[in-house]
């Protein structure tokens, strides 16, 4: 069978920065990408339908006409899957009046699921206020018929040992794991190091790293290849992200190949309690929320400084490079360079040189291809 992830209309632009380099499918919450969970549940070949600019690192690859086309938006269950697999041709799946899924590149006939509401994310912030959620029924669908590699002795487990699962080649010692309120899930190759304290629900991807002392509260998930230290709550790290040392990160959404410096900390709470106001790329403002509690929202790229302070709810775009003493404004454009006494705008070349630095040192190689898409981003960017 032939899948399609698509973008649905508008949220591209409502989920930026995070989709300015990829495809809303290509998000990760819980302990997978979107269209991970997609592809454990419905095995197909799949493809991507998302911004021209993308396309080449994200194709589009020939397909039947009657291909299942899936919003990238939405999260699925065994239930939701089972009726999307069910569609006839011209058939299309709504729950609650949102498009789900269709058979064909049009449809003519609708077919309700009326067996539960599931997670749909058109905002940066419905990442963590849906992450426990996620890492709950991810955990589920990955660890069902397996069997966990069995603990260290010096690892402390407080509530259901059956909650924590531990894949080949991760390395635990000296921690204290609690699974009351939640699962644990330690990806492959990944690294626990002795003193940290983690309650779950905690998603750690392959080959992540969490360092020593590390405090990491409910509805964390840490993605393949980063290093986390300090403190951490309810805050989703895409990959090859670090916020290796103290400092505070809560309530946050942060993409690819970021970097904190030591000390940086990011507030997710003003002190008059009021709630708060997000930067919106679609509408050029800020827009007011039902949120008291929200963090940093960073795009790929963007490294900040030694000792950084965010202000709550601070959106930074792709490629910024933050320093210096205060706080820099609540949304910064991509490809920024500076901090609180103001930015001018990153040098293309000096930014590639960075990334390919960072890149490197993983072993990954910055493409032409990536170079093309980050090039479209700044011209978006210069457009604000």
């Known amino acids: 069978m032939d899948i399609i992830i698509y973008d649905p209309a508008g949220t591209h632009d409502s989920l930026l920065p995070l989709t300015y380099t990829r495809p809303v499918g290509d998000l990760r919450i819980g302990i997978t990408t979107i269209a991970e969970k997609w592809q454990h549940l419905l095995p197909g070949r799949y493809c991507w339908h998302t911004e021209d600019y993308l396309s080449e690192l994200f194709p589009c690859t020939p397909y039947t006409a009657d291909a299942l086309w899936i919003a990238g938006n939405v999260l699925p269950s065994p239930a939701l899957a089972r009726a999307v697999a069910a569609l006839a041709p011209g058939e299309q799946l709504n729950v609650g ?56 002795s010096t690892v402390q487990v407080i509530g259901p040992r059956e909650r924590v699962f531990v894949d080949e080649g991760a390395s635990l010692e000296c921690c204290v794991l609690n699974t009351t309120a939640g699962p644990v899930y330690i990806g492959r190759d990944a690294t626990v190091m002795e003193g940290s304290l983690v309650r779950g629900p905690f998603a750690l991807g392959e080959h992540a790293t969490v360092n020593m002392g590390t405090k990491i509260y409910p509805g964390t998930t840490v993605g393949p290849w980063c290093k986390v230290g300090g403190e951490l709550n309810n805050a989703v ?30 507030s997710n709470l003003k002190n008059s309690y009021e709630l708060i106001r997000v930067w919106n790329y679609a509408a050029h403002r800020f827009e007011r929320t039902q949120l008291q509690f929200c963090g940093l929202i960073m795009g790929d790229h963007s490294k900040a400084g030694i000792n950084t302070s965010f202000n709550t709810a601070t959106v930074v775009g792709v490629g910024c490079n933050i320093y210096g003493p ?7 454009p991509s490809f920024s360079f500076g901090g609180a006494a103001g930015f001018t705008q990153l040098p293309m070349q000096q930014f590639f040189d960075t990334a390919a630095h960072a890149m490197s040192r993983r072993n990954v190689q910055l493409t032409g291809a990536d170079r093309r898409v980050l090039e479209a981003i700044r011209d978006a960017a210069e457009g604000l």
């Open 97 to 152: 009046g949102i498009e789900i899924a269709r058979r064909g590149c049009a449809a003519s006939a609708t077919v309700t699921f009326d067996d539960e509401i599931p997670v749909v994310v058109n905002r940066p912030y419905d990442f963590f206020l849906n992450n426990a959620r996620a890492i709950e029924a991810d955990f589920g669908m990955l660890t069902a018929g397996r069997t966990s590699h069995p603990l260290s």
């Open 237 to 266: 790290l895409h990959s090859y992200t670090n916020k290796a040392h103290d400092g505070f990160l809560g309530n946050a959404v942060v993409g690819a190949w970021c970097n904190l410096g030591a000390g940086c900390v990011a």
């Open 326 to 332: 205060g706080m820099p404004r609540p949304f910064v």
